[in-house]
């Protein structure tokens, strides 16, 4: 039978090579190399200091965000949750996890917003962005695993940068999103008072976009947990070590320590943030207040909610 | 006086051929059939207006007439396809935009049909944003902003948040937020049309009464006549982006246009519209050392039933024939006018709208038009108020002519 390949056989293969290897690696390695820079700066800080905290600390501190922006119910799940993980022996692991996961995020969020009001400013922009998110999206992670090695090497900072690609779009669609549905009423009341764009950027847009674009750093946030485990695979350390080593070793038990150590943490930091985002997006709230209400005494901010209430 | 805004052959036309559509319109083609063939919109054609300094313009117009479109063309929220919109000195249309943004800051505000606040921000924020956009101190502008607050009556709500508040007291804010700024001129698109007829009219004088202390220059959109005729010293009437007619509301409702002007006109409240002084007569009276027989003799002459008596140059009271006759013929020494005057009588400002009339006319007596002074400036006779209500031809003519003698 034919097949159009017995006409033509195309060296796909060989072309990506010969990109990556003869073009990229050699011309490019300072750049890629001065990329790490940033990261690695931020890791090993974060790192640092959450290894150097005392667990109680870090876990009193975490449930009492907790308390805050969500409830006792998830104060008490943090709590014990954490123990838990102390308790059979993952805590530095998580630790590592942890502070590589806020780098992503970190680093998803400087890239990500700017990116995401770039692109609702201009149609030209969101029309060249928006395919490569797609594209972005629909790679399969273990795919760039490859070039990200050959351009980055191994180690912790390449696992962080994977997860940041695998991690980067959500924040820019839903900050693009958020941005575009601000009401065009507003838009308008803001410029016929002689707004610059950066008046209107920062005191109608950003804080009116502000829920949306915390559901996309919520979102970003949920696909750096998941790329851990496979950023294990180019070397980045955490619990994604723990589980990717189980699994070489058929060691089920030091497997599912780890999985159950990164499910613990997905959900604690999920219901932080998606609570940040919903008060943060409702009317009374910008990022600064929530901030702020997180050290207040909790029975200040009862009886504001009331007083406005009334 | 100084001309505020001026618009010269403005021209708007929404599509991707805009100068093609002029061209059409110049070989005299209709809206229709430009936006039938091309697609395109005319927005405005034709535009051609003046607004004094501290006068209220109201532009009136169906739904699509194109009067959103020409409001936003005076702050430069829409760029003209053609001709010259003048603030002051400057053009909007083809200034910079460093210009037309301090223009913004400096002298224009807007107030929005649908409110436009802020819902992150509480009143007193919404009501200062013009203030922090010009760069003023938190303090200073929460100061403004609660003055502005208080001239609508909201001062109690400032650390509330807009979602708490009606729909009529929004549209304050909506006032306030303007006014914080201390702007030259308001532009006002069709700001009460989300309220209900109450509000609405609470508002109505309330703008009324404001404009009387702050003097602004406006231009104020609204599809509803009454609205118009109540609020504009000088009222346009907008059709498919076109002035139909411009004039002030006595002009409109006395001499309408064309049959779409009077179509409008047909249903509106004239008692609204004219004043005690469009309806006056002139003041025919006699001085109070009259006799009886001068003063009946006079109001035979003129077929009146009653007259006003003056003394010297101010009103002694009134006398009517009845009372005069009966004098007259009950032979008393005196018979001067002084013995039956009635110092009590109806009498109304130049400016009082007709309708307040109503219940003043209904003691039969001629109804005192007066000035500032105290003067006589004419007489409302009871028929002669009804005659100016009703809606026909020779009534609307009288009434043209009467408002010219009161001018004159
Ligand atoms: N951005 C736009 N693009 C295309 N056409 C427009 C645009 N804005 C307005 N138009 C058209 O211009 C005409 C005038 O619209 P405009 O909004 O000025 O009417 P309006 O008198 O303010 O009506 P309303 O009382 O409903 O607010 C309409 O036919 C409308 O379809
Ligand atoms: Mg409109």
């Known amino acids: ?310 | 006086m100084k001309t505020k805004v001026k618009a010269r052959a403005v021209y708007k036309v929404f599509g991707e051929a805009p100068q093609d559509a002029l061209k059409r319109l110049e070989r005299g083609e209709t809206k229709e059939k430009i936006l039938e063939e091309t697609g395109q919109v005319l927005g405005v054609q034709d535009a051609n207006f003046d607004v004094e300094e501290g006068h209220i313009f109201v532009v009136m117009g169906l739904s699509g007439s194109g009067k959103s479109t020409l409001v936003r063309m005076l702050n430069g929220l829409i760029k003209p396809t053609s001709g010259q919109i003048l603030i002051d000195e400057d053009d909007v249309a083809s200034c910079s935009p460093e210009r037309l943004r301090k223009i913004r800051r400096d002298k224009i505000a807007m107030v929005f049909q649908h409110f436009a606040l802020f819902p992150h921000r509480t009143i007193a924020e919404n009501a200062a944003y013009g203030l922090k956009i010009k760069g003023m101190g938190a303090a200073e502008r929460r100061k403004k902003a609660l003055a502005a607050l208080d001239q609508v009556g909201l001062a109690a709500w400032a650390d509330s948040y807009p979602s708490e508040l009606s729909g009529g007291m929004q549209q304050r804010v909506g006032l306030a937020r303007g006014l914080a700024t201390d702007p030259q001129i308001l532009l006002m698109d069709e700001p009460f049309s989300a309220l209900d007829p109450l509000i609405r009219r609470e508002m109505q004088d309330e703008l009324i009464k404001l404009q009387k202390t702050l003097k602004k220059t406006i231009v104020f959109i609204t599809h509803d006549l009454n609205e118009a005729l109540t609020l504009g010293d000088r009222i346009a009437i907008m059709k498919d982006g076109r002035f139909v007619q411009v004039g002030t509301a006595q002009e409109i409702v006395a001499n309408p246009a064309d049959e779409y002007v009077s179509a409008f006109v047909a249903d509106i409240d004239r008692g609204r519209v004219f004043t005690a002084g469009h309806a006056a007569t002139e003041p025919a009276a006699v001085q109070l050392s009259a006799t009886a027989e001068e003063a009946l003799r006079v109001m035979e002459e003129l077929n009146r039933n009653a007259l006003y008596v003056l003394d010297g140059e101010k009103i002694a009271g009134v006398v009517t024939y009845q009372d005069l006759s009966a004098s007259a013929r009950g032979d008393r020494d005196e018979t001067g006018v002084a013995s039956v005057l009635t110092t009590e009588y109806p009498r109304a400002a130049e400016e009082t709208p007709l309708h307040e009339l109503y219940g003043l006319a209904s003691s039969g007596l001629p109804v005192a038009v007066v000035n500032g002074e105290g003067r006589l400036k004419g007489v409302v006779e009871p028929e002669s108020l009804f005659a100016q209500l009703s809606t026909d031809e020779h009534s609307t003519d009288n009434a043209h002519n009467t408002s010219a003698k009161a001018a004159s």
Request: charged share 10%.
């Open chain 1, 1 to 310: 039978m034919f097949s159009p390949s017995d006409l033509l056989l195309i060296p796909f293969d060989e072309w990506v090579n010969s990109l990556v290897r003869d073009f990229l690696v050699p011309n490019f390695r300072p750049l890629f190399r001065a990329m790490q820079v940033p990261v690695t700066a931020v890791l090993n800080a974060l790192e640092a200091f959450f290894q150097f905290v005392p667990m109680l600390v870090t876990t009193a501190v975490l449930a009492l965000v907790a308390w805050r922006t969500v409830g006792r119910g998830l104060a008490i799940f943090t709590l014990l949750a954490l123990f838990f993980i102390d308790m059979i022996g993952l805590w530095p692991e998580t630790m590592t996890t942890l502070s590589m996961i806020v780098t992503s995020v970190f680093f998803c969020t400087i890239i990500g917003v700017p990116l995401g009001i770039l692109a609702a400013g201009s149609d030209r922009v969101w029309a060249i962005t928006r395919p490569i998110l797609d594209i972005m999206q629909t790679i399969p992670s273990f795919v760039y695993l490859v070039p990200i090695v050959m351009l980055f090497g191994v180690g912790m900072v390449p696992g962080i940068i994977a997860t940041i690609i695998f991690a980067l779009p959500p924040i820019i669609r839903l900050t693009n999103l958020g941005i575009r549905n601000v009401r065009g009423d507003l838009i308008e009341a803001a410029e016929a008072f002689g707004s610059t764009r950066w008046q209107m950027l920062w005191d109608v847009q950003f804080p009116l976009a502000l829920r949306t674009i915390m559901a996309g750093l919520n979102q970003t946030l949920m696909l750096s947990l998941s790329m851990v485990v496979i950023a294990a695979l180019i070397g980045a350390g955490g619990l994604g070590l723990t589980v990717y080593t189980g699994l070489g070793r058929l060691d089920v038990g030091g497997a599912t320590a780890g999985g159950v150590g990164i499910v613990l943490l997905a959900i604690i930091l999920d219901r932080i943030t998606q609570a940040l985002g919903e008060k943060s997006g409702g009317r009374t709230q910008s990022l600064r207040q929530t901030l702020v209400s997180l050290f207040r005494p909790r029975a200040a901010t009862v009886d504001e909610a009331n007083k406005t209430g009334s």
